[in-house]
C-alpha cells in the first residue's frame, strides 16, 4: 500500500538549534513530495516541494528537504530554529501521474525560547 | 492572487442534522479536493473533481456525504445526516492544470454535538 510516514509525533528544539522532521515514503515510481505548515486554526500553508534536480529543495521561511532516493526519506530541516516556527508539520506524497496526494500524520514541532 | 475561500468557517450541529460547506478554488484552477481533517491526524482525501466531472471518490462515504462542482467553479460538500464521529475540519484545496502543488483553504471546522 502507498504511504507517508512521519515517525514522530512531536518534536522539541531550542531556540537558535537546527531542527529536522523526518518522513518516509512509500510510493511506486517517481513520486512528488511536499511539505506543508499548519499553524491553529488555519489551513494548510505550502512550504516546499521536490519534483527532480537537485536532492536539496529550499522554500519558504527558511527551511529546507533534502530527498533521499535510497533511504525514500525527504526530511525538512531548518539552520536555526524560531519559536514562531512552531506548528503542525505534514508531509505529502503525490502518487505518480494521479494528481492525488497522500498526507502523513504530521509532527508537532515546538521551538522553546 | 486570492486564495482558496471557503465558508461557513466554524459550525456547530447536532447529530442528524445537516450541514453544507462552499469553497470558492483560485482562479482557474482546474482541479478541485475535499479533504477531511480529523483532530490529530492527517488530511484525508474526500474527494477530488477535474473541472466539474468526478476523480476519485472511493473515501467520500456515500450513504451520508454530497459534492458538486457543477459549473467547473465553486465547490459544495454536504452531509446528511451527520454524525458524532464527523466532527472535523473540511479543507477545500485546488490545483492549476498542468500544476503539482496544491492550495489549500482555511477549512471549515465541523462540530457535532
Known amino acids: 500500500a502507498q504511504s507517508v510516514a512521519q515517525p514522530e509525533d512531536q518534536v522539541n528544539v531550542a531556540e537558535g538549534n537546527p531542527l529536522t522532521v523526518k518522513c518516509t515514503y512509500s510510493?511506486?515510481?517517481?513520486?512528488?513530495l511536499f511539505w506543508y505548515v499548519q499553524y491553529p486554526n488555519r489551513g494548510l500553508q505550502f512550504l516546499l516541494k521536490y519534483i527532480t534536480g537537485d536532492n536539496l529543495v529550499k522554500g519558504s521561511y527558511g527551511f529546507e528537504a533534502e530527498f533521499n532516493k535510497s533511504q525514500t526519506s525527504f526530511h525538512l530541516k531548518k539552520p536555526s530554529a524560531l519559536v514562531s516556527d512552531s506548528a503542525l508539520y505534514f508531509c505529502?506524497?503525490?502518487?505518480?501521474?494521479?494528481?492525488?496526494?497522500?498526507f502523513g500524520t504530521g509532527t508537532r514541532l515546538k521551538v522553546l525560547a | 492572487e486570492a486564495g482558496v475561500a471557503q465558508s461557513p468557517r466554524y459550525k456547530i450541529i447536532e447529530k442528524r442534522q445537516s450541514v453544507a460547506f462552499w469553497c470558492n478554488p483560485i482562479s482557474g484552477h482546474a482541479t478541485l479536493y475535499w479533504y477531511q481533517q480529523i483532530l490529530g491526524q492527517g488530511p484525508k482525501l474526500l474527494i477530488q473533481?477535474?473541472?466539474?466531472?468526478?476523480?476519485?471518490d472511493s473515501q467520500l462515504p456515500k450513504d451520508r456525504f454530497s459534492a458538486e462542482r457543477l459549473k467547473g467553479v465553486d465547490s459544495t460538500l454536504k452531509i446528511q445526516p451527520a454524525k458524532l464521529e464527523d466532527s472535523a475540519v473540511y479543507l477545500c484545496a485546488s490545483m492549476a492544470v498542468a500544476g503539482n502543488t496544491i492550495y489549500f483553504g482555511e477549512g471549515s471546522w465541523l462540530t457535532v454535538v
Open positions: 473533481f477535474q473541472n466539474n466531472g468526478v476523480v476519485d
Open positions: 505529502a506524497v503525490e502518487i505518480s501521474g494521479t494528481y492525488k496526494y497522500i
Open positions: 510510493v511506486s515510481g517517481n513520486p512528488y
